[in-house]
């Protein structure tokens, strides 16, 4: 059947014509931000070159709001959306690639992928609506059908269809007022942002591992150099609004003078944003000196045939990293690069399970397990990329979102999560240089992550800004230690929670540290805390850590009794089916195959005395008491198994045998003595 693509978009714009709607056509500007957005993008067939929506035009509200429109427009049946099998916009394959078959078939799928090159690549516009229009002939009539959705950066550009509709006439200014109250309506489910999160950390995380296939095949990138050359990086691109403009491609030519080579240049733009974020001036001085060793006092700013491979890196992460920024600011990003980053690392066995970073997942239930409101002061002794804090933050920020209707009192409040109730030290150079980075993707943060030793170098207290020398009123810790040190690691804990007087600790560590390997540590903690749960956990470092683990969770300041009950939970099957294929994206090596979410949360439910909504873990909690020698805290410790056999089991014996007594003479073997 020929395609009426034409007709249709005619229709479309006399519909828009007769509402008295300015748009502009495939080959008109709408303005330079957007034309340049569309460009910058991938183009529908996924190569360079531009992308041509078949009308554009704006809506703009009493309030001021401009929001684009982008309008996609095909001309045969069924080619109005394409939905994947959990009802989302499929234009991603489940490799985390794109789709671009999906988005040059289909109306709605195409117009998505406009609004996503808008919300990634122009800064000024951080909402719009994407638009498919299909229609057909059948019976001599022409149908035409209508998909409308919006998509926010707030949002994490999810697309929220808004209403169904059969015309245009809803963006006529008479009906603008209700369909931006749909829009201000159109929040998004857990499950939605789970689903999102999930998309963006594929993503992340192919974008990634195509970038270290590249540095380490075609570049040959000493694999040192990696995480601060990428982290640099895209600190250059991020700028500063108003006050630093972000790197550009073209500003790097390859020159090799001393003030006028790639590497200087983008030292000098890391300076300035760093400047301009505030960074205190010893923090900045630490950066800027250690980055100093790759982009300058290295030969990887000298060209090669007229360009360096800072350039040709450069060029990568602006083009597929730094888009994926504008939308997923509140992932634990960094984590995902040091992970990927360090998949080339040879790292001695010894030092193996000191180098792995907690999963997001992780992260957020022990946040929940200990927790976290808008009032909770947050740190953590060994605070790698910052996992623990961001996950933290996220929670103490939906909590006042939650609790202060006034929108100055509760931006207020941000801003003062950010710089007064998070606190982490990290002894790495490297990792501390993508915590902070982490921190500032976040929205800053990033002033009290300190690049210490925490054992012999932090005495507890605020080393920066206003605070600075005072006391950190700690009332959460969190915390995944290197489990080479003493006790597998609780010697940090003792020392945090010494320090702090009440609150709760969330411990993610080698499980046989709490069955004597973490003494004298372990009992002596319990001298002024209690044990509240350990949870025998699944194997979440599958293949980067050669260990079991558990968390074990505490209140802080409470001498534990020896009559107090602890929940000893088996969370071996937590949902999640894991694989540890190094080119296999992010959501084939983590499957929810069982209920994953659930399962997280019937924990976190079991360990707060909360009404369980569900019941996976009916047969995996124990409740019972543990002695004060700290060395009695596993599950499988206090795991009963029944041995002595019933006379149901007997008769099971019996039946199994004489069923292959039976078999076995059928067959001709054997003889008819039973017994």
């Known amino acids: 059947m020929a395609s009426i693509e034409e007709k249709i978009e005619d229709i479309a714009k006399k519909q828009l014509d007769n509402i008295h709607v300015k748009y502009f056509t495939k080959t008109e500007s709408i303005n330079s931000e957007i034309e340049i957005a569309l460009k910058k993008a991938p183009s529908k067939k996924g190569g360079i070159g531009n992308n041509y929506p078949d009308i554009k035009l704006f809506l703009q509200t009493k309030t001021g709001r401009k929001i684009p429109v982008m309008i996609e427009v095909k001309g045969t049946k069924g080619a109005l959306i394409k939905l994947n099998e959990d009802g989302d916009i499929d234009n991603y394959k489940k490799d985390g690639s794109v789709n671009y078959a999906n988005i040059q078939k289909y109306a709605v799928n195409g117009a998505i992928h406009y609004a996503n090159a808008i919300l990634d690549y122009a800064e000024s516009y951080p909402e719009v609506i994407a638009i498919g229009i299909n229609g057909y002939e059948e019976t001599q009539t022409v149908q035409t059908e209508f998909g409308v959705y919006y998509m926010s950066k707030e949002n994490f550009s999810y697309p929220k269809e808004i209403a169904k509709y059969t015309d245009l006439t809803f963006l006529s200014r008479d009906n603008l007022d209700n369909l931006i109250e749909k829009i201000d309506n ?35 990138i000493a694999v040192g150099f990696r995480v601060q050359l990428v982290a640099g990086l895209i600190m250059a691109a991020l700028g500063v609004p108003n006050k630093v403009s972000p790197l550009q491609i073209t500003d790097l030519k390859g020159d090799i003078g001393k003030n006028s080579n790639d590497g200087k240049i983008v030292v000098d733009k890391i300076s300035d944003f760093l400047s301009e974020k505030k960074i205190p001036q010893e923090k900045k001085e630490l950066i800027v000196s250690d980055l100093s060793k790759v982009f300058i006092y290295s030969d990887i700013y000298k060209p090669k045939n007229g360009e360096s491979k800072i350039k040709t890196i450069y060029t990568v992460i602006k083009n597929d990293i730094m888009p994926i920024f504008t939308s997923a600011q509140h992932l634990d990003f960094t984590g995902r690069l040091f992970n990927v980053l360090n998949e080339w690392v040879d790292i001695p066995d010894g030092e193996r399970n000191d180098v792995v970073l907690t999963p997001r997942y992780v992260c957020e239930l022990m946040a929940k397990l200990c927790k976290v409101n808008q009032d909770s002061y947050v740190w953590d002794y060994a605070v790698g990329s910052a996992g623990f804090l961001i996950s933290a933050m996220k929670q103490m920020i939906k909590d006042a979102e939650d609790n202060i209707k006034s929108p100055k009192e509760l931006q207020e409040k941000i801003a003062y999560i950010k710089y007064h109730q998070l606190l982490g030290v990290e002894k790495r150079a490297d990792i501390y240089m993508l915590a902070v980075l982490n921190m500032i993707l976040m929205g800053d943060g990033s002033t009290n992550i300190l690049h210490k030793d925490s ?33 597998k690691g609780f010697i940090f804990v003792k020392k945090a929670l010494s ?13 046989n540290a709490g069955s004597g390997n973490g003494l004298p540590y372990t009992k002596e903690i319990l001298e002024n805390n209690t044990l509240v749960a350990s949870i025998h956990m699944s194997d979440i470092f599958c293949g980067k850590a050669g260990v079991q683990t558990a968390i074990y969770v505490f209140d802080v300041g409470i001498k534990h009794n020896k009559d107090n009950i602890v929940k000893f939970i088996d969370f071996s ?34 360990v707060l005395n909360r009404k ?21 805290w596993t599950y499988k410790q206090h795991q009963k198994i029944d041995t002595i056999p019933t006379e149901d089991d007997f008769r099971k014996t019996v039946a199994d045998y004489l069923s292959w007594k039976i078999s076995d003479l059928m067959k001709g073997n054997g003889t008819a003595n039973f017994f």
Do not use: W
């Open 186 to 220: 159109l929040g998004l489910s857990e499950e939605e942002q789970e689903k999102k999160t999930k998309e963006f950390e594929n993503q992340i995380e192919v974008n990634l591992k195509a970038l270290n296939q590249k540095m380490h095949d075609d570049l040959e």
């Open 455 to 487: 054992l012999t170098e932090f005495d507890g207290n605020y080393e920066q800004g206003e605070d600075l020398g005072k006391p950190f009123p700690a009332t959460v810790f969190l915390l995944n230690p290197p489990y080479s040190a003493a006790g």
């Open 499 to 511: 320090k702090m007087s009440s609150g709760r600790a969330a411990i993610l560590i080698q499980e």
């Open 612 to 632: 369980r909504k569900t019941h996976y873990l009916d047969n995996c909690v124990i409740e019972d008491t543990i002695n004060l020698e700290g060395k009695d």
């Open 573 to 606: 099957n937590d949902g999640y089916s894991r694989q540890n294929r190094k080119k296999s994206s992010a959501n084939v090596n983590l499957k929810n195959t069982d209920h994953a979410l659930e399962r997280y949360e019937e924990v976190v439910d079991i």
